[in-house]
């Protein structure tokens, strides 16, 4: 167990809605990252906060957002979504934001747009 | 732009081999270079990372890595492979920069199955 918490565990919803995941970091860890893997794409990095303040954009679209809080828990928003938008999205954390911390993942969100 | 390439999809070992999953990787600068497993329907889990000094680097579970500069590789290896071993592996590559270019580049896994 990483310490780091995601739910839901799976998520089914239609083309078109909005679905919000929830990630809390482990204790003590300011930084939280979001990660998409798809068969098809693999494990594309898709936003960094530090300490509620974003720090490094990936390949995130502009339909999906997220914030982190100042209890350090963050959220990805996935708006209208798309067929293309099932996977298996994780949160990770570390202590710090620098790129030289390992990074503790969750047990992921499963999205399946139907 | 930085990346990484794990050049099989598919390694398979007998149990008590050794094992090897080949990683090379490409970044402007220094890199930092790290080593993660997953498990079926798990998150991901940190095995090791080379930040600086010894091209050797020891992590969990037995496992450890070679950095090779000139090859620009960083090759997971395994004396002895076990059965629970069998795993998705995953290199990545971060430079050692500042900016927002910090981000974490993984490869496109690796499947290593050992047999028993």
């Known amino acids: 167990d990483s310490g780091v918490t995601q739910t839901p565990k799976h998520l089914i919803t239609a083309t078109g809605q909005r679905v919000t995941l929830r990630c809390s970091p482990r204790s003590g860890d300011l930084s939280v990252y979001w990660y998409q893997q798809s068969l098809d794409q693999g494990l594309q990095f898709l936003i960094q906060y530090y300490n509620g303040e974003e720090r490094a954009k990936g390949n995130i679209l502009e339909r999906f957002s997220a914030q982190q809080f100042p209890d350090l828990h963050s959220e990805l928003n996935l708006s209208s979504l798309e067929l293309g938008d099932s996977a298996l999205y994780f949160c990770?954390?570390?202590?710090?934001?620098?790129?030289?911390?390992?990074?503790?993942f969750g047990p992921g969100t499963r999205l399946t747009v139907t | 732009a930085q990346s990484v390439a794990q050049p099989e999809d598919q390694v398979n070992v007998a149990e008590g081999n050794p094992l090897t999953v080949k990683c090379t990787y490409s970044?402007?600068?220094?890199?930092?270079l790290f080593w993660y497993v997953q498990y079926p329907n798990r998150g991901l889990q940190f095995l090791l990372k080379y930040i600086t000094g010894d091209n050797l680097v020891k992590g969990s579970y037995g496992f450890e890595a070679e950095f090779n500069k000139s090859q620009t590789s960083f090759h997971l290896k395994k004396p002895s492979a076990l059965v629970s071993d069998s795993a998705l592996y995953f290199c990545a590559v971060s430079p050692i920069s500042s900016g927002s270019a910090r981000q974490l580049t993984f490869g496109s896994g690796t499947q290593l199955t050992v047999l028993p």
């Open positions: 990770a954390s570390s202590p710090s934001g620098t790129s030289s911390s390992e990074q503790y």
């Open positions: 970044v402007s600068g220094n890199p930092y």
